[in-house]
């Protein structure tokens, strides 16, 4: 039997169980393990800065080779220039609506958004949704490859539990900038906000989610393959969406979420 048909029969994603076709080495594991450490605490770091780093770090690479590993990974630094986040089609491109919206209620707005997550001997790429009121992380799924089909699934499951948000906000990254994934948010409804091109706080949640997931799991936790990354990534969003956090007044994503959705 297939690999395919066997997962399907057990309902596994793919997706989980293979890092990208293509293994990069040992030494660029570790560079793009210091690339993302780096990109966390300083997003607005180009190539040449990111060399300088790496230097310091006792790696001499060359600028070509930063690049190639930033784009597989999705980074880019955080002033307007095209990467991606490539940039997909102008045509779907949609302003940022949330700019000083006041945010009152579960699933009025949520955040999506895709990072680079490094394991021992790989790494995959890890898509969330944050519903921006509560901070409750109503989905996420892990993936092998940047495609855009990984974001629409995680978004079509969260909506399948939760009910559909009235505003789903992302960058202009090219899954989100694709005719499938904006036809799919005009039919359901939904409007579309997208951050603007080069601003680092339009999705800050988000991004502060991120740092949450790394310092506080990945970076202490390499999972060996793609199962236990998934298995520990579970347990660590069930106990994120308990515990209480200081940007809602200590209070709880679970709490505040089911107390006014529910």
């Not at 790496?54 to 990974?73: F, P, S």
Request: hydrophobic fraction near 35%.
């Amino acid at each position: 039997m297939s690999i395919r048909r066997q997962c399907d029969l057990l309902g596994v994603n793919r997706n989980r169980l293979n890092t990208p076709k293509r293994k990069e080495s040992v030494e660029n594991l570790s560079i793009m393990r210091i690339l993302d450490e780096r990109y966390l605490n300083k997003p607005s770091h180009g190539i040449l800065r990111m060399q300088d780093h790496l230097k310091d770090e006792g790696y001499l690479v060359n600028e070509k080779r930063i690049r190639r590993l930033m784009r597989k990974m999705g980074l880019m630094a955080i002033y307007p220039k095209p990467n991606l986040s490539r940039r997909g089609h102008i045509k779907y491109v949609h302003p940022y609506l949330i700019r000083g919206m006041e945010v009152n209620r579960p699933n009025q707005v949520w955040a999506i958004d895709i990072t680079y997550i490094p394991m021992a001997k790989g790494f995959q790429y890890l898509t969330a949704i944050i519903d921006l009121y509560s901070r409750y992380v109503v989905g996420w799924d892990l993936s092998n490859s940047l495609d855009a089909e990984s974001s629409h699934r995680v978004l079509r499951q969260a909506i399948a539990k939760y009910g559909k948000p009235e505003i789903v906000n992302s960058d202009q990254g090219s899954q989100f900038t694709c005719k499938e994934w904006v036809g799919y948010l005009e039919r359901s409804e939904i409007r579309i906000s997208m951050d603007g091109k080069g601003r680092a706080l339009d999705n800050v949640f988000i991004e502060r989610l991120w740092r949450s997931v790394k310092y506080d799991y990945v970076y202490l936790h390499p999972a060996e393959d793609g199962q236990e990354l998934y298995k520990g990534l579970k347990q660590y969003f069930e106990e994120y969406n308990m515990n209480s956090h200081q940007g809602i007044a200590r209070r709880k994503p679970t709490e505040l979420f089911y107390s006014i959705a529910a």
